[in-house]
């Protein structure tokens, strides 16, 4: 299994453009993590969550993905409702919160101006991603929270984004043998819109584990 130095970087400083930002809110935030985010949890996961990327208050803050902002309050509560989680909330890097079975990472481990990376910054971080999906244990799902972290995926395992097209709760065979799940992202627009409710979230959830049992 490829080790933590393949799959991430903290020092990272491909991208020009975030690497100047986090400079920037590390001086004006100095107590905030302000580098690129690690993922989290199972080191063999059966599930792979793969969101857009930190957040300014939450993992850009805290260190750890969806950790501290809105967009964790019901992807936390969902994984603890589902198994996944020991806590149904995530506050901080150190509040002893344990992940079972499943694993979190972003299609670009830096925060992005306005939260938009723009798409040379998603292909120079594909790499990290690449060899995430890589070192998934046989028979793991992987759950793109959001188009942007669909396409990263599909990039990441080189296939075409036309061949396999976004949509909430779609499930995609992928080539070998793997299966990829969509949701919208559980970011604050998407939610306070209704656009992703709870229960079309749980239903997400459900069905993997649906899913899983009948491999």
Same mark, same amino acid.
């Given at each position: 299994m490829p080790s933590m130095k393949t799959t991430f970087d903290?020092?990272? =400083?491909?991208?020009?453009?975030? +690497?100047?930002f986090l400079d920037e809110v590390k001086v004006q935030q100095p107590d905030y993590h302000a580098r690129p985010v690690p993922p989290f949890g199972d080191a063999e996961p059966k599930l792979l969550i793969v969101g857009l990327a930190p957040g300014m208050h939450g993992a850009n803050r805290t260190g750890r993905p969806f950790t501290g902002d809105y967009a964790g309050v019901l992807l936390y509560d969902t994984l603890h409702k589902f198994g996944y989680a020991s806590a149904p909330v995530s506050v901080s890097a150190d509040d002893g919160l344990r992940l079972t079975g499943c694993r979190i990472t972003n299609a670009v481990k830096c925060l992005p101006p306005a939260n938009k990376p723009e798409g040379s910054e998603v292909s120079q971080c594909n790499g990290f991603l690449a060899e995430e999906i890589k070192a998934l244990p046989r028979n793991a799902a992987i759950l793109a929270l959001g188009n942007v972290a669909h396409? +990263?995926?599909?990039?990441?395992?080189?296939?075409?984004?036309?061949? /396999?097209?976004?949509?909430?709760?779609?499930r995609h065979d992928l080539p070998d043998g793997s299966v990829l799940y969509d949701? /919208?992202?559980?970011?604050? /627009?998407?939610?306070?819109? =209704? =656009?992703?409710?709870?229960?079309?979230?749980?239903?997400?959830?459900?069905?993997?584990?649906?899913d899983s049992r009948g491999v």
């Open positions: 903290l020092n990272c =400083r491909r991208c020009p453009r975030l +690497a100047s396409g +990263a995926v599909l990039k990441a395992l080189g296939l075409k984004l036309s061949d /396999y097209r976004f949509g909430h709760d779609v949701s /919208y992202h559980c970011s604050r /627009y998407n939610t306070q819109t =209704r =656009r992703l409710t709870e229960a079309t979230f749980h239903a997400v959830f459900a069905r993997i584990q649906q």
